[in-house]
């Protein structure tokens, strides 16, 4: 017992110093362990097996398949059109909108959706960004406590509950809770928070927009869209983009294809390309009336008008018909360097073949800041040219590739398209079937988390390699390292040591004081510890100390699943908080003013609700 207590001890300095990472730290807690003859080698890798562990990592790739399909982009930007141009409805409207998505996703996915949001939303109604953005990541801290899978504390207090023999939470029972917390979150921010929060200047978060006007400002991309339709009296008709050798023989890139009046026929041949096709429009026939959405040159225009007696109309170019006609959840727009070393220097190129080539559609050349014209180049150190692939295809190349340099995170801006496409429809069809299901308890919560995942990849909203950069996996680590920590706690007896301490201290209180102090330690630890380390170490303390009190455990692991959610009073002390600390330019000194008040209204509404909800006998 005494050398769990001094590991235990030198755990949380070590996660409260932050000198190691907090999974290096949750490692050598678990190591120590094993190496002091405390847990057995199955017992050290329990967590590993644990079916919290399961959950959380199976719910890293759903929250990435909605905001890989543009659901969560969408959602944001509908909350930015309800706002109207009014300051205080965006500031309701982005807490509301990050506190339901968080009930579904992670804390950490939900934020990264919205912070461009709304930043881009903030300068365009000329208000801060520092006014938006720590009640973004406070909301959702506080929207994890709308559902079972919210955050990773209430996994692991309904865990415990069910561990100790009684039953768990059910899935949408945490709202009862978290609906009055949030109603408070929204009420305080808005009249209050909107008056401490400071007014930063910062930096505008380059989003989706300003990205594309940069690339028309170096490559001109606007001047070169146009509108082609086909005549009944074309002889492009019955032929295909592959045929027609547009591309490689013309220097004509073709967008997007508006099918006039498809036939079954033609449908089935564009959604089953063969395998060695880039894009799905290569194999599609064309029909009478059909139209594409090309860029090119004027003279490359005309060529096409007199060789296949088709119709043109140029068309104005903005950013919006850049995300409706040239981008999507599959296809993006990227800059490639060309490298010093690379074997392309000094090489001609056909723009077309290379495209085959490396499975990209080459819009535009960029030598010294001027869009070079043409179809064939000798291509020089530090050339960029801007290309149109599919996501997957750029990352390959910026994997793998030494001949060329990415510029910026191309893959990032397909979370912000804001399009719900075939596969967002399915990835929220996957979210309401792991919803049902967890309702109504079919199968147990980690099954139906790793079905809902398996089916946003079978469907396609997501691919493996994405599913495994998805999955952050220092909370994985952290969460599946700590769980020992519990059970060594438990083994030696030193759950109960404390518990009893606890109780003596607190048990001929009124319940209501042993709750507040289950919520104040549980916070504390909190502010400077991983919320899901947090939780587990308290877990079976405040299990033992409960029994022995004889209360029903529930009021108890509600309380610190809630009070585990309420580090407001530092930056470190959840990702969400991080994430917005450099983006509005907070200090410490920000996170203390606006999270004290918000931390001691939700103690005083916990403590009073709590027992009410969640009896102590």
Not at 238 to 249: A, F, P, V, Y
Not at 277 to 303: A, K, T
Request: proline share 4%.
């Amino acid at each position: 017992m005494t050398v769990t207590f001094v590991i235990l001890t030198l755990t949380i300095l070590l996660f409260i110093s932050g000198k190691l990472r907090p999974d290096i730290v949750a490692l050598l807690s678990m190591l120590s362990l094993y190496v002091f003859g405390i847990l057995t080698v199955q017992e050290a890798f329990s967590g590993f097996s644990n079916t919290t562990v399961v959950m959380i990592t199976g719910l890293f790739v759903v929250g990435e398949a909605l905001s890989r399909t543009g659901v969560t982009a969408w959602i944001g930007n509908k909350i930015v059109a309800l706002s109207q141009n009014n300051s205080n409805t965006l500031l309701i409207l982005l807490i509301l909108g990050a506190a339901i998505i968080s009930g579904f996703i992670s804390n950490t996915g939900t934020v990264a959706s919205l912070i461009p949001v709304a930043i881009a939303s903030a300068w365009r109604l000329k208000t801060p960004a520092s006014k938006m953005l720590i009640p973004l990541a406070f909301a959702a801290n506080t929207g994890g406590l709308l559902t079972l899978t919210g955050t990773p504390p209430n996994i692991i207090a309904n865990q415990a509950m069910r561990a100790a023999g009684f039953p768990g939470f059910s899935f949408f029972e945490y709202a009862l809770i978290g609906i009055p917390l949030l109603i408070v979150l929204v009420l305080y921010m808005r009249y209050l928070g909107i008056k401490i929060l400071p007014s930063n200047s910062s930096n505008k978060r380059e989003d989706i927009d300003v990205s594309i006007q940069n690339l028309e400002d170096a490559y001109q991309i606007f001047e070169g869209f146009w509108k082609v339709r086909i005549r009944p009296s074309s002889n492009a008709i019955g032929k295909t983009l592959r045929t027609l050798h547009l591309d490689t023989e013309m220097g004509i890139s073709v967008l997007k294809i508006i099918p006039k009046k498809p036939t079954p026929a033609s449908l089935l041949k564009k959604l089953t390309p063969s395998e060695d096709e880039e894009f799905l429009e290569e194999s599609y026939i064309l029909h009478m009336n059909d139209e594409l959405i090309v860029n090119c040159s004027e003279n490359r225009i005309q060529r096409l008008i007199d060789r296949y007696n088709v119709a043109a109309m140029k068309i104005a170019g903005d950013g919006d018909f850049v995300k409706e006609n040239v981008l999507s959840d599959e296809l993006g727009l990227s800059e490639l360097i060309v490298a010093p070393r690379s074997t392309y220097r000094g090489k001609k190129i056909n723009l077309g073949r290379f495209g085959k080539k490396h499975k990209v559609q080459v819009i535009a050349l960029n030598r010294y800041n001027k869009r070079i014209r043409g179809r064939e180049f000798v291509l020089r150190e530090g050339d960029s040219l801007l290309v149109r692939a599919k996501w997957e295809d750029i990352k390959a190349i910026q994997d793998e590739s030494k001949d060329f340099l990415i510029v910026g995170h191309p893959e990032e801006l397909a979370k912000e398209i804001g399009k719900i496409s075939t596969k967002g429809i399915l990835a929220i069809g996957a979210l309401i079937f792991m919803v049902v299901f967890l309702v109504l308890g079919v199968f147990s919560s980690s099954i139906t988390i790793l079905l809902t995942a398996m089916l946003l990849v079978a469907g396609g909203s997501i691919n493996m390699n994405q599913s495994y950069r998805a999955i952050n996996w220092n909370v994985v680590i952290i969460i599946a390292c700590m769980l020992p920590m519990g059970l060594a706690l438990q083994k030696t007896g030193a759950a109960k040591l404390i518990a009893n301490s606890m109780v003596s201290f607190l048990g001929a209180m009124n319940p209501r004081f042993f709750l507040a102090g289950v919520f104040l330690i549980t916070a504390t630890l909190s502010q400077i510890m991983s919320n899901s380390a947090t939780a587990i170490l308290m877990a079976p303390i405040i299990i033992n100390a409960a029994l022995q009190l004889g209360y029903h455990p529930a009021p108890f692991m509600m309380i610190l699943a809630v009070s585990a959610s309420t580090a407001f009073l530092t930056p470190f002390g959840t990702t969400t908080n991080m994430m917005v600390m450099n983006a509005g330019n907070y200090s410490f000194k920000d996170y203390l003013k606006i999270g004290s008040g918000l931390l001691g209204v939700f103690f005083v509404i916990s403590i009073i609700l709590i027992p009410i909800l969640w009896p102590f006998y």
